[in-house]
């Protein structure tokens, strides 16, 4: 580049600057510019807040016409809903709106909540009971609360299919608690279906009573109720709440029971997951039972037929048994009113066999109890009930020493028996070594002339083969009556003893952590089972020369000798502990029995005795003649065959 471009760029730069300067505006163009700015600015703004005003009164002016239309919706639908509930209920549609309320009645005993929804017991507390399970018991004993029991009354009105469990009803006299502690009271919930149209749902309870009194009154519906109906349903749907220690064991005594009008009593076999029966006849009553407390539906006429039902819950996290019963009763045209009684309480046997029916008609609700079957229930009515209240009533509530007093006196009273049966086997073992004689001199061939030998020797020395049996029969109805006694007896209920805390539930020493469990055995370890096991297996070693009658044991009683102890440790471990309890001192009195029988009888003055008796003679009992006679028919059959 030379001087003429430097210069010459020099030049022009200069130019530049020099316009720039000179075009500079002043202080008040710049001012007048900034004002002009300001102005545009203020109004873009103005323009953008008109627009957003603008936006806002369309957006209100929209919202407006939506709550309009909705609105008008809303009357069109509540118009809709109130044509639907009209045609699906008829004169009983006002009754569907309302607020559930609730209404208490209670006395000493009980505790009854009401729901105005459907008009049922709602809530059922027993007060002179807490909840069982482990300790501390403090926790109130709750048989029914919220979904748990339900009462639906259904029935045609006017061609409409009528539920009252989904309906309203009224309280008429408007309180809240009714005490019943000293005198009687009653609450009255009403369904309402117009100008003196109604159903009163009555319930009357007495002081210190179980038993409430239920009564459903029609009134001013003989025109409304379909008069070509013969029945009107109810459906009543509850839950078993567990309630004690062994859950398993309080299914297997939980179930539905029903009483037919002049029959026996029923049940549903309780063992089942599922169970199903239908009554067509005449019923009593109804009862959903559980091992120590129950809600019965009493008729005071009857009901016409019923369909019962339960399912086994899987959990058995709350619930036991879920059960259900649609129930006829017979209907009538015009205002029906029918009586009934709910007896919620415990399944205690002298307060059942108090309640009776009209005209003092026994109900047997005594029979919820499990006490057996025939002679095994005659002896639990007839002389274990009546032993254990008396020693109750002397003892009061030590339940450990009555049942050692009363097995004490069970045993002394089976003695005779006992003492009978062990003679008849001594008799038994000491003619062993004639028999071996006898079976010596006979080969196995002759088998029907070795038993005519054999008895021929018993008659001489007047030995009964069947001596040591037919006693050992009279003891057994006890041994099973209090199989059925103890875990039923609701005295023994929370009672304890040494280390059991409660003797109607299993005693454990030990459970096993993380939640280990033996099948067939369980959880835990019970010591009153183990120790009548032991005492059994003791008995039995004592007594297996007397029990086999002197003869060799075949191999397989010797393993039912220690095979048996060993079931009933597997069975008894979640059994009532006062049960095994029993069967351990009754073990323990057999086993002091037999060493004094021992000592009592001397078998060789009992043998020189039975040689004695060969001398004399004797006339043909019956039982032999037969045995005789059937020995000689079997003989000549097998002489026709050769």
């Known amino acids: 580049m030379d001087k003429n471009q430097i210069f010459g760029i020099i030049i022009i730069v200069g130019l530049l600057i020099a316009y720039g300067i000179y075009n500079q505006p002043s202080k008040e163009e710049i001012a007048k510019k900034q004002r002009e700015q300001d102005s545009i600015r203020k109004v873009l703004v103005e323009k953008q807040i008109q627009d957003s005003i603008a936006a806002m009164r369309d957006s209100v002016a929209k919202a407006l016409i939506v709550n309009k239309v909705e609105a008008a919706d809303s009357v069109n639908s509540d118009t809709v809903n109130t044509e639907n509930l009209k045609s699906n209920l008829g004169i009983f549609s006002a009754s569907a709106l309302g607020e559930e309320k609730f209404v208490t009645l209670e006395n000493q005993k009980i505790k009854i909540k009401f729901t105005t929804k459907g008009a049922y017991p709602y809530f059922a507390e027993l007060r002179d009971f807490k909840r069982g399970g482990e300790k501390p018991w403090d926790k109130p004993l709750i048989l029914f609360d919220e979904n748990d029991n339900q009462f639906d009354l259904k029935f045609y009105s006017n061609n409409k299919d009528i539920s009252t469990a989904d309906l309203y009803f009224v309280n008429t006299k408007g309180d809240s608690l009714y005490d019943a502690s000293e005198q009687k009271q009653t609450v009255t919930l009403r369904l309402n279906a117009g100008d003196d149209k109604y159903i009163d749902y009555i319930?009357?309870?007495?002081?210190?009573?179980?038993?409430?009194?239920?009564?459903?009154?029609?009134?001013?519906?003989?025109?409304?109720?379909?008069?070509?109906?013969?029945?009107?349903?109810?459906?009543?749907?509850?839950?078993?709440r567990k309630q004690e220690k062994g859950a398993?064991?309080?299914?297997?005594?939980?179930?539905?029971?029903?009483?037919?009008?002049?029959?026996?009593?029923?049940?549903?076999?309780?063992?089942?997951?599922?169970?199903?029966?239908?009554?067509?006849?005449?019923?009593?009553?109804?009862?959903?039972?559980?091992?120590?407390?129950?809600?019965?539906?009493?008729?005071?006429?009857?009901?016409?037929?019923?369909?019962?039902?339960?399912?086994?819950?899987?959990?058995?996290?709350?619930?036991?048994?879920?059960?259900?019963?649609?129930?006829?009763?017979?209907?009538?045209?015009?205002?029906p009113k029918y009586a009934f009684n709910y007896y919620i309480g415990p399944n205690d046997f002298d307060i059942l066999k108090k309640i009776k029916g009209p005209e003092d008609q026994d109900l047997n609700l005594k029979r919820l109890i499990p006490l057996g079957w025939s002679v095994f229930r005659w002896v639990n009515l007839y002389i274990i009930i009546p032993l254990f209240n008396g020693l109750g009533y002397l003892f009061g509530s030590n339940m450990g020493l009555i049942i050692l007093i009363m097995t004490v006196i069970i045993k002394l009273a089976l003695f005779p028996f006992t003492f009978k049966s062990y003679k008849s086997s001594a008799k038994m073992r000491v003619l062993k070594p004639q028999i071996d004689e006898i079976n010596k001199k006979i080969p196995k061939e002759k088998t029907m002339e070795r038993q005519q030998a054999t008895m021929a020797l018993y008659k001489k020395v007047g030995v009964n083969p069947m001596g040591g049996c037919l006693p050992m029969l009279f003891q057994m109805p006890?041994?099973?009556?209090?199989?059925?006694?103890?875990?039923?007896?609701?005295?023994?209920?929370?009672?304890?003893?040494?280390?059991?805390?409660?003797?109607?539930?299993?005693?454990?020493?030990?459970?096993?952590?993380?939640?280990?469990?033996?099948?067939?055995?369980?959880?835990?370890?019970?010591?009153?089972?183990?120790?009548?096991?032991?005492?059994?297996?003791?008995?039995?070693?004592?007594?297996?020369?007397?029990?086999?009658?002197?003869n060799t044991q075949m191999p397989g009683m010797k393993m039912m000798l220690y095979l048996m102890p060993v079931m009933m440790v597997l069975w008894f471990n979640k059994y009532s502990s006062g049960l095994s309890y029993y069967y351990f001192l009754s073990n323990i009195i057999t086993i002091i029995q037999t060493l004094l029988i021992r000592r009592m009888i001397n078998e060789d003055d009992l043998l020189a005795k039975l040689n004695t008796n060969k001398k004399k003679v004797k006339p043909k009992s019956n039982w032999q003649k037969r045995i005789e006679d059937m020995q000689k028919v079997q003989q000549q059959q097998k002489k026709k065959r050769r």
Do not use: C
């Not at 109906?229 to 009543?236: C, G």
């Not at 899987?314 to 205002?335: M, R, W």
């Not at 023994?492 to 109607?504: N, P, T, V």
């Not at 009153?528 to 032991?534: E, G, P, T």
């Open 203 to 240: 319930y009357s309870l007495d002081p210190d009573s179980y038993l409430l009194k239920f009564v459903i009154q029609f009134h001013g519906l003989e025109n409304d109720l379909a008069s070509n109906s013969s029945y009107i349903d109810i459906n009543w749907k509850s839950k078993i």
């Open 248 to 335: 398993d064991w309080e299914n297997q005594n939980s179930t539905i029971y029903y009483k037919y009008f002049e029959d026996d009593v029923k049940y549903l076999t309780e063992t089942s997951d599922d169970k199903k029966e239908s009554a067509d006849t005449r019923i009593r009553w109804i009862a959903y039972k559980d091992q120590f407390f129950s809600t019965i539906l009493i008729a005071d006429d009857y009901f016409s037929s019923a369909e019962m039902e339960y399912t086994k819950d899987k959990t058995f996290d709350k619930y036991l048994k879920h059960l259900e019963s649609t129930i006829s009763i017979p209907f009538e045209n015009g205002n």
């Open 478 to 550: 006890f041994l099973i009556a209090m199989f059925r006694f103890f875990p039923s007896s609701i005295e023994l209920r929370q009672k304890g003893f040494l280390w059991a805390a409660d003797l109607s539930s299993y005693d454990s020493i030990w459970t096993f952590p993380h939640g280990f469990s033996i099948p067939w055995y369980g959880d835990h370890v019970s010591l009153f089972a183990l120790l009548m096991a032991v005492a059994m297996l003791i008995s039995q070693l004592l007594n297996k020369n007397q029990m086999s009658g002197g």
